[in-house]
Every structure is written in C-alpha cells, then in structure tokens.
C-alpha cells in the first residue's frame, strides 16, 4: 500500500470551475498535511499546509483535513488557465522529525 | 529573503562516471533536505540533516550516494558511480521550524541525465 495516494489525472475544468483534488495517506500518525504547486520544469511550491481537521481557507485555494478518514483534500474555486499544474500531496510520516512523504501528484488542466 | 540556491541546473554524464551536486539553504534554516524527482513521481527523500548532522538516510542508496553538510550550511550531493536509472530532478530543501509547524522551501533543482 503506498503510504500517500492520489489520483495521477489529468483532471480537466473549464475556467472558473471549482477543481477539486483529493490524496488519502497511510499513516494514521501523521501530524502535518502540505500541499505544493508543481508547473513543468519546475520545482514545488507550498501553497497550503493544515494541520487540524477541519477547513483551512487561503484565497481561492481551500485545504480540508479528515483524520478519521485519512483524507486531505485541495479545493480551487475560479479556477485559471495559470493553474495547470501537477498538485503534489505530503504528509508527514510522523515520528520526531519532519519526513515528508509525497505522492505521485494530480495533474490539473483549467481550459480557458 | 534569498531562496534555496542549487547548482548545476542541468547535468548529462556518462553511465559509472561520477557526479556532484552542491546546495546552499535559505539563511538560518538548520534543517536540510535531499530529494530525487524521477519523471512522473512525486519527490522521494534521500537524506536529511539537522545542522550538520544526518537524521534520515533511509533511502539513500549508500553503495553510490553520498551526502555532506559540512558547518551545517552548504551541502553536496555526489553519485559515483552514476547508473542509467539516476536521471532524475535532485530537489535539494530547507525549513524552519515554528513551534511544532514546519515549511519546506525547495530550489530549483540540477536535472541529471545518465546516458
């Protein structure tokens, strides 16, 4: 079972759709929940963390937190063209130190 | 604030030749990470340092990688020797810690292709 799941994608809205992305992860002691921004050819880009259950809102991105369920989803309301990208999950793995485990990522393309 | 600084940005090397790859972190961020990107996959985690110490090396494939953080700032990647399946993106990370909450910032990583 890999530790952090998610769907590969693509993932297609049309511009000013809500996208919805989704990863469940293995580890029912992990504390801290990242999402990052990927564009091709590039390198990760935090966009959002949570780390209690519950929503977390910053801007057009909303992160929500389901630790019972083992889930951590990324909403993107008015999405943009500018947000195609691949979305990457990551999870602690708990324990003392901060290990970020990943996963594969959702690739996401907005159509103007 | 300067961000994570990587060098080189783009390396072909021949299979069983070695290679090296050298990261300076964000000022003050004690906390050091290697990441390998291969294309298609998430980032996977080759070391960690904590200052200049080593706190995970888990996955790091010891009999061709190594890692230094020396004085606890600048770190090097070397592969020696490097395999066909070493091409891959080397992400190289820090963080700071606020309270129990910790953010990692990456750079822009060396892309590496083994022919």
């Known amino acids: 079972q890999k530790e952090v799941e998610q769907n590969s994608g693509p993932l297609s809205v049309p511009e000013g759709a809500i996208a919805s992305l989704n990863c469940t992860y293995s580890?029912?002691?992990?504390?801290?929940f990242f999402w990052y921004r990927q564009y091709s050819g590039k390198s990760p880009e935090l966009i959002m963390s949570?780390?209690?259950?519950g929503d977390k809102e910053d801007g057009r991105f909303t992160a929500q937190l389901n630790k019972a369920s083992q889930y951590v989803s990324l909403l993107i309301r008015d999405s943009q063209p500018s947000d195609s990208a691949t979305y990457l999950c990551?999870?602690?793995?708990?324990?003392?130190?901060?290990?970020?485990?990943f996963g594969t990522g959702t690739r996401l393309l907005v159509s103007p | 604030e300067a961000g994570v600084a990587q060098s080189p940005r783009y390396k072909i090397i021949e299979k069983r030749q070695s290679v090296a790859f050298w990261c300076n972190p964000i000022?003050?961020?004690?906390?050091l990470y290697w990441y390998q990107q291969i294309l298609g996959q998430g980032p996977k985690l080759l070391i960690q340092?904590?200052?200049?110490?080593?706190?995970?090396d888990s996955q790091l494939p010891k009999d061709r990688f190594s890692a230094e953080r020396l004085k606890g700032v600048d770190s090097t990647l070397k592969i020696q020797p490097a395999k066909l399946e070493d091409s891959a993106v080397y992400l190289c990370?820090?963080?700071?810690?606020?309270?129990?909450?910790?953010?990692?910032?990456f750079g822009p990583g060396t892309r590496l292709l083994v022919l």
């Open positions: 990370a820090s963080s700071y810690q606020t309270g129990w909450e910790e953010t990692q910032y």
């Open positions: 580890d029912r002691g992990s504390q801290s």
């Open positions: 949570i780390y209690s259950n």
């Open positions: 990551a999870v602690t793995g708990g324990g003392g130190f901060q290990k970020l485990v």
């Open positions: 000022s003050g961020h004690a906390t």
């Open positions: 340092f904590q200052n200049n110490g080593v706190v995970d």
